[in-house]
């Protein structure tokens, strides 16, 4: 009887983590760009996309993602494109889609420089 309830236990616990691993959340997105920037975020979820715009240092928290699996892109000023690219010179994009994760959502490190220069504001 051990023996029976061991080997279920083992052959069942790669289902329940898959299950779990796959359950929606909500998670965090997060605009890390400089002061006086707007970060243009898309998330690709089960066949549909959400859009929605951040202010510099804002977050936001999105229901029913399902992390590792669902997708997001993030572009300054934007918009997000088809390949997760920048549109035109000035702009700034992830270059691909990235895998949303159960943490903050901010691949856009406003250190690295890469962000287009709003005129007359401090870049950081």
Same mark, same amino acid.
């Given at each position: 009887? +051990? /023996? %029976?309830?061991?080997?279920?236990?083992? =052959?069942? $616990?790669?289902?329940?983590?898959?299950?779990?691993?796959?359950?929606?959340?909500?998670?965090?997105?997060?605009?890390?760009? *400089?002061?006086?920037?707007?970060?243009? %975020?898309? @998330?690709?979820?089960?066949?549909?996309?959400?859009?929605?715009? &951040?202010? $510099?240092?804002? +977050?936001?928290? @999105? $229901? /029913?993602?399902?992390? #590792?699996? !669902?997708? =997001?892109? @993030?572009?300054?000023?934007?918009?997000?494109?088809?390949?997760?690219?920048? *549109?035109?010179?000035? #702009?700034?994009? &992830?270059?691909?889609?990235?895998?949303? !994760?159960?943490?903050? /959502?901010?691949? /856009?490190? $406003?250190?690295?420089? #890469?962000?287009?220069?709003?005129?007359?504001?401090?870049?950081?």
């Amino acid at each position: 009887m +051990r /023996n %029976f309830l061991l080997s279920t236990a083992l =052959y069942l $616990a790669p289902i329940c983590l898959a299950t779990s691993a796959s359950a929606q959340q909500t998670v965090t997105f997060l605009c890390a760009a *400089p002061a006086g920037h707007v970060c243009q %975020f898309a @998330v690709k979820t089960g066949g549909s996309q959400t859009t929605f715009a &951040l202010p $510099a240092g804002e +977050r936001k928290e @999105v $229901a /029913n993602i399902t992390p #590792h699996a !669902d997708k =997001y892109c @993030v572009c300054d000023p934007g918009p997000v494109t088809a390949d997760c690219t920048a *549109p035109q010179l000035g #702009h700034w994009c &992830l270059g691909s889609w990235l895998d949303v !994760d159960t943490g903050q /959502n901010s691949e /856009n490190d $406003a250190g690295k420089g #890469h962000f287009a220069t709003v005129v007359g504001k401090d870049t950081d």
